[in-house]
C-alpha cells in the first residue's frame, strides 16, 4: 500500500470520527449542555485552540475521537452538566453519534447512486438448460423475492447467497415480468468438476481474475494474472474463447493442459479437475446498473442503498454471533486502512479516478453505517450501553449512581480495548499473510 492510500484511508477515517463526534457536540450545544472539549484522533495534541467553554483539539493518533461534556463521568451539580439535564435530553444527546453517521452515510450515497447508477435486481443472463431456464425464468425478468428474502437490490441476492445461505436445495423465487408477479421454485444443487479458476469473458485477454485457494489450478502453479494462451492444444485468442472452450468441452473429471503467458514467459501446466457439489442459481441479476431517471429515482435507490448496507452489517453481526465467523475474520482499524488501500488500487486499475471515487464513497457510506449500528448495540462503553443505562433511569424513575454507571463503563471498556488489541494483531498477521 503507497502513501497515498494511507493518506486517503486516514482521512476517510477522520471524516468517519469527526461525524459522529460532530453528532455527540450539536445536540448536547443544542439542549444546554458544556463541551470541554471536543477532539479529532488520540493521543498528544498537536493542534488546539479555545472557543467559550470548549477546546477544539486535533490529535496526532487518526483514529478516534471525542466530545468531552461537563459533567459526564462524575456527579456534577453545574447546571450545564449532563447529568443535571432530563433524560430525553440526555437520551438524544448520545443518539445523535450513531445517527449521524446514518444520516452522512445516506448523503454520501447520493454522488455514489448518482456516478455509479441504480443496482435494479433485473435479471441480465440465464444459463440455458438450468433449473431456473426450465422453470421459466428469461432476461429483463426482475426479482423481488428470493428463498422468503424481499430484494430490492440486485446486490441483495449475493448478499443472501453468500452471508445467508439458501433453507433447501430447492428454493422459491417471485420476480415481476410486464407489471405482473410470477413464482417459480428452483433447485440450486448443481455438481460437477472445477479448476479453481476466474476469468472475465469478454474480448479481453484471457487474464486470470482469481485463483482458488487449494484448487487443482493452484496447486498446478497457477496465478491470478497469468494469461491463458491454449487449453489442450486449442489457441484461446481473447475471455470469450476461453468461456467458448468451456462451453464445448465440458470437464470430465481428464487432466487438462493449459498453456499460459507470466512476466513475458510461456509455461505449461497439467490441471486435474477436481469434483464439486455447490448451489448455484443458474441466472444472474447482481451486478447489472442502469442510469438515474429524475430526483426521485434517486432519492429512492440512495435508500434502498441504505438498506442494503443496514441487511449486509446486521447479517455480519448474526454470522458472528451464531459463531459462523470468527475474530480472525474481524478487522480493525489497520485491516480497514488495508481494505481502503485495495478498494483505491483496484478502482485505479479497472477504471481511474473515477472508479477509484465510486469505490472510496461505497466505503465511506459502509463504514458509517457500520459505525452507527455497532454504537447502538447495548454494550458497556458504547453509546448503546450509555442509552440502556438512561432507559433504566426512566423505568426506576432515578439514575443508578454515576459512579456505578462509571465503573461498569470503565470494565466495558477495558474488555473493548482488549477486543480491539486482538483484532489489531490479527489485522496484522493477516498482512504478512500468516
Known sequence: MNIINILIAILVFSVLIFVHEMGHFLLAKAVGIGVTEFSIGMGPRLLSWGKGETKYSLKLIPFGGSCAMVGEDEDNPAPNAFGSKPAWARFLVILAGPAFNLIFAFLISVPLVWMGGTNPAK???????????????????????????????????????????????????????????????????????????????????????????????????????????????????????????????????????????????????????????????????SYLYEEITGPLDLIRYCGLEMGYWLRYVFLSLKMLVTGRVGLRDMSGAIGIVDTIGTVVEEGMESGGVYVALLNIFMMMVLLNVNLGVMNLLPIPALDGGRLVFILIEWIRGKPLPAKTEAMIHSVGLILLLILLAVIMVSDVLRLFGL
Open 123 to 285: 435479471v441480465y443472463t440465464v444459463t440455458e438448460g438450468s433449473s431456473a431456464w426450465n422453470a421459466g425464468l428469461r432476461t429483463g425478468d426482475v426479482i423481488t423475492r428470493l428463498d422468503g428474502h424481499g430484494i430490492s437490490l440486485g446486490r441483495e441476492i449475493e448478499l443472501i447467497t453468500q452471508l445467508e445461505g439458501f433453507s433447501a436445495d430447492e428454493i422459491e423465487v417471485v420476480f415481476r415480468r410486464g407489471g405482473q408477479e410470477n413464482t417459480v421454485r428452483i433447485d440450486t444443487k448443481v455438481s460437477g468438476w472445477r479448476l479453481g479458476i476466474t476469468y472475465t469473458a469478454d474480448g479481453g485477454p484471457a487474464a486470470l481474475q482469481a485463483v482458488q485457494e487449494g484448487s487443482p489450478a493452484a496447486e498446478a502453479g497457477l496465478r491470478k494474472g497469468d494469461v491463458l494462451l491454449s487449453v489442450d492444444g486449442t489457441a484461446i485468442a481473447d475471455g470469450s474463447a476461453l468461456q467458448e472452450f468451456f462451453a464445448a468441452h465440458a470437464l470430465d473429471g481428464s487432466p487438462v493442459t493449459i498453456v499460459y503467458l507470466r512476466d513475458g514467459a510461456e509455461q505449461t501446466a497439467l490441471v486435474t479437475p477436481a469434483p464439486y457439489e455447490a448451489r448455484e442459481l443458474g441466472f444472474g441479476a
